[in-house]
């Protein structure tokens, strides 16, 4: 019987749910706020390695532009468009990714179009 691996941070919850570690439940705890604990079961041992992985800087990066975006609708919700200097943090990613290599994936125009960003989340 593995020990159960316990985290308040849904991110961190959510890439071990998603790496195949069995959610065992969740409860409450009191204070100033309130948080959720998540509790999953790591039959394998496998939890700091897949921890270790979701947090490097690719994740990070993710995780921060993911906020940049919400600020960028907030914006364009108030106003009805948003432009880069009406979202400073936008300038944190300033620098374009290397272009891929031959053989890589790259989206094309009508991968990238608005209905399939309806359904991305």
Known sequence: MSTPLETSNIWVASCLLSQGLPFVGAHMVPGPPPRAVFVLSDPHGA????????????????????????????????????????????RLFANPP??????????????GSSSDERHAG
């Open 98 to 111: 290397s272009p891929p290599r031959s053989g890589e994936w790259e989206p094309s125009a009508k991968e």
């Open 47 to 90: 939890a700091e390695r897949l921890i270790h992985q979701f947090l490097n800087e690719t994740t990070r990066r993710i995780i921060r532009a993911r906020g940049v975006m919400a600020d960028v609708l907030d914006v364009t919700r108030a106003r009805g468009s948003c432009d880069p200097g009406d979202v400073p943090k936008s």
